[in-house]
């Protein structure tokens, strides 16, 4: 059986304003997602330019690592780079159709555009990007899915003679040989299925017999609780084989849930450590704490603090301290009464209606102590 090969070392940004993140060689795994929303008028309008720049920062203090926004026409290319030149978080534009968005954006600084060949054009005009991301020292994600197999390949599928895994690792190979013939190796690759197990066998396929850096994802990967378990197979399997550079768990829901959720299963393949672990209880029939809108007004905060503590939101005082206990701080309650307490001894009893006041202090006491 044949040995994943170590991924050669890919860089973006690192000029101007944006910063410098790698891909492949020893660096870590990052985190990307997609933005959600059109940006057009952002180009004319500061104001949507500034709740824009808020929620990029935003998503930053979660460990977002970079963003892919849909640049399906010029006004989406010329906001896009105006964008880029206020925030220092990498931004890629996604592009299909038409090169001449990827040229505008190459020319106005955005350090990565994702294409997919396939689609972008003739010849002619893929060696026109190709050949300006490299006077720019830009990057590429070369993107193949199950639903855009050329046609030999899709034939080979349909007649039986090729897993429609193996048909994406050979697409992905052939754009590849297609960038290396021009001198441009500055590219990433994504090949995603809809499938968990094609997902997964096609970037087995490709990192056992090539060394670009995998961004891997499940396309299309569903609504939230799909979406996560779909993404949670197949990343885990992945990563702990070696395979995967940077990661993008596809949602029908938030960026901030993708993030999160990619982050968490980092952090649970042992991948990406510190940061704040958050514990909670599922909540039963006792009368106790309201766990999930706890839970629900805290979590984004939490986990955007830079700081090596558990947390445990625990539904009833009965057993919140003891299953809590291994917790640097927690909170739990019953009727109108809640207790705040550290590795399982309570420190404080309080109103529940003063939970959030209360447990805020008791945080920062912690916090500020380490």
């Excluded at 592009?95 to 002619?124: T, Y």
């Excluded at 197949?234 to 702990?240: I, K, R, T, V």
Aim: net charge neutral; proline share 3%.
């Amino acid at each position: 059986m044949k040995e994943i090969k170590k991924p050669r070392l890919v860089f973006i940004g690192g000029t101007g304003n944006v910063r410098k993140v790698g891909f492949g060689g020893d660096e870590p795994i990052t985190i990307q997602t997609m933005w959600k929303e059109g940006i057009e008028n952002i180009d004319s309008d500061d104001g949507a330019l500034h709740e824009t720049l808020k929620k990029i920062n935003e998503l930053k203090s979660l460990d977002c690592d970079i963003i892919r926004f849909a640049v399906p026409n010029m006004k989406s290319a010329k906001s896009l780079i105006k964008i880029q030149k206020n925030t220092d978080v990498p931004l890629v534009a996604d592009i299909h159709f038409d090169h001449r968005l990827a040229l505008e954006c190459l020319n106005g600084g955005i350090p990565k555009i994702r294409i997919n060949p396939g689609n972008i054009g003739n010849s002619e005009k893929v060696k026109e990007v190709v050949f300006l991301a490299l006077k720019k020292d830009a990057a590429i994600r070369i993107g193949v899915n199950s639903g855009s197999l050329p046609k030999d390949l899709a034939l080979k599928v349909a007649n039986g003679k090729m897993t429609r895994a193996e048909a994406l690792s050979e697409t992905a190979a052939r754009e590849c040989a297609a960038f290396d013939s021009l001198g441009f190796n500055r590219y990433v690759v994504s090949m995603k299925a809809s499938s968990v197990q094609e997902t997964v066998e096609a970037n087995e396929c490709f990192a056992k017999n090539y060394d670009a850096p995998l961004h891997i994802g499940v396309t299309e990967a569903g609504p939230l609780i799909t979406g996560i378990v779909k993404s949670t197979m197949a990343f885990s399997h992945l990563l702990c084989e070696g395979i995967g550079s940077t990661i993008r768990v596809s949602l029908s829901s938030s960026p901030e849930n993708e993030i999160i959720t990619g982050r968490e299963i980092l952090h649970e393949c042992g991948l990406r450590k510190g940061g704040i672990t958050l514990i909670s209880c599922p909540r039963c029939g006792r009368e106790g704490f309201d766990v999930h809108a706890f839970v629900e007004r805290w979590q984004n905060e939490l986990l955007s603090m830079k700081k090596d503590i558990s947390v445990a939101v625990m539904g009833c005082a009965v057993n919140g301290p003891g299953e809590g206990r291994h917790a640097d701080i927690g909170i739990a309650g019953s009727g109108n009464k809640a207790i705040i307490f550290r590795k399982g001894e309570i420190i404080r009893t309080i109103d529940a209606k003063d939970a959030d006041k209360i447990f805020r202090e008791e945080l920062e006491s912690l916090v500020n102590k380490g």
